[in-house]
C-alpha cells in the first residue's frame, strides 16, 4: 500500500515506478488473483519508456473504467440474514447499480462490463436466497387444507372440522336458493 493512498475513495488505480498497478474499489483492494488482473501488462517506468508508460496508463485506466461494481443481491430482503457468508452493503460510496444491497463476503467487488450484473460469488448467494424465499414464500401460501387430515395437530383437527361445517351450512343454503330459483 504507497504511502498517502486515500482509503475511501470509489475506485482508484495506482501505478508504482517499477511498472506494477494495483487498483481500490469502494475503499476496497483488489486481490492479485482478481481477474482483472489476467491480462494486465506490465511497464517500468524510465527516461526511454514513457510513451510506453502513457499508453500503459491509459489502457490500463480504459480497462478499469470498462468494469462495474459487483450489484449483489438487492432482492429477497426478507431473507438477507439467512446467508452465513454474506454481509449487507449500504452502498456508502452512492454506487449508481444499487442503492442497499447483499454481498458475498468473497465478492469481487468489480464485473467486467454492463451486461453482468454481479460476480460469480455473489450469483451463488442470489440463487441460496432465491431458493429460501421461494420456500418461505410457499410456505406461507400453502394453506392448512392441503395438509392431510391424519397430519394435522389436534387444533388445526377441530379448526378444519369448524370450516367444513361452515362450509357445509354455506353450501346447502345456496342449494336452496338455486332450487327456488328453478
Same mark, same amino acid.
Given at each position: 500500500m504507497?504511502?498517502?493512498? $486515500?482509503?475511501?475513495? /470509489?475506485? %482508484? @488505480? !495506482? !501505478?508504482?515506478?517499477d511498472g506494477a498497478v494495483s487498483a481500490a474499489v469502494n475503499g476496497? #483492494?483488489?486481490?492479485?488473483?482478481? $481477474?482483472?488482473? /489476467?491480462?494486465?501488462?506490465?511497464?517500468? @517506468?524510465?527516461? #526511454? %519508456?514513457?510513451?510506453?508508460? %502513457?499508453? !500503459?496508463? !491509459?489502457?490500463?485506466?480504459?480497462?478499469?473504467r470498462s468494469h462495474e461494481v459487483c450489484e449483489g443481491v438487492e432482492d429477497f430482503r426478507e431473507v438477507w440474514?439467512?446467508? *452465513?457468508?454474506? *454481509?449487507i452493503d449500504y452502498n456508502r460510496f452512492h454506487e449508481p447499480r444499487f442503492?442497499?444491497? =447483499?454481498? %458475498?463476503?468473497? =465478492?469481487?467487488? &468489480?464485473? $467486467?462490463?454492463?451486461?453482468?450484473k454481479r460476480c460469480s460469488y455473489c450469483q451463488s448467494v442470489w440463487r441460496l436466497l432465491s431458493k429460501r424465499s421461494a420456500t418461505r414464500e410457499g410456505d406461507a401460501q400453502t394453506p392448512e387444507r392441503k395438509k392431510a387430515?391424519?397430519?394435522l395437530n389436534t387444533p388445526q383437527k377441530t379448526k378444519r372440522m369448524k370450516q367444513i361445517s361452515k362450509d357445509m351450512k354455506r353450501l346447502r343454503a345456496s342449494n336452496?336458493? &338455486?332450487?327456488?330459483?328453478?
Open positions: 504507497p504511502y498517502g493512498r $486515500p482509503t475511501l475513495v /470509489q475506485r %482508484s @488505480l !495506482f !501505478f508504482s515506478i476496497k #483492494d483488489l486481490s492479485s488473483t482478481h $481477474p482483472f488482473w /489476467q491480462d494486465a501488462e506490465k511497464t517500468a @517506468l524510465n527516461e #526511454d %519508456s514513457t510513451k510506453e508508460l %502513457s499508453e !500503459f496508463v !491509459f489502457k490500463s485506466a480504459n480497462r478499469f440474514k439467512t446467508a *452465513e457468508d454474506a *454481509e442503492k442497499v444491497t =447483499c454481498r %458475498s463476503t468473497e =465478492c469481487l467487488t &468489480l464485473v $467486467p462490463s454492463l451486461k453482468v387430515y391424519k397430519y336452496e336458493r &338455486l332450487k327456488r330459483k328453478v
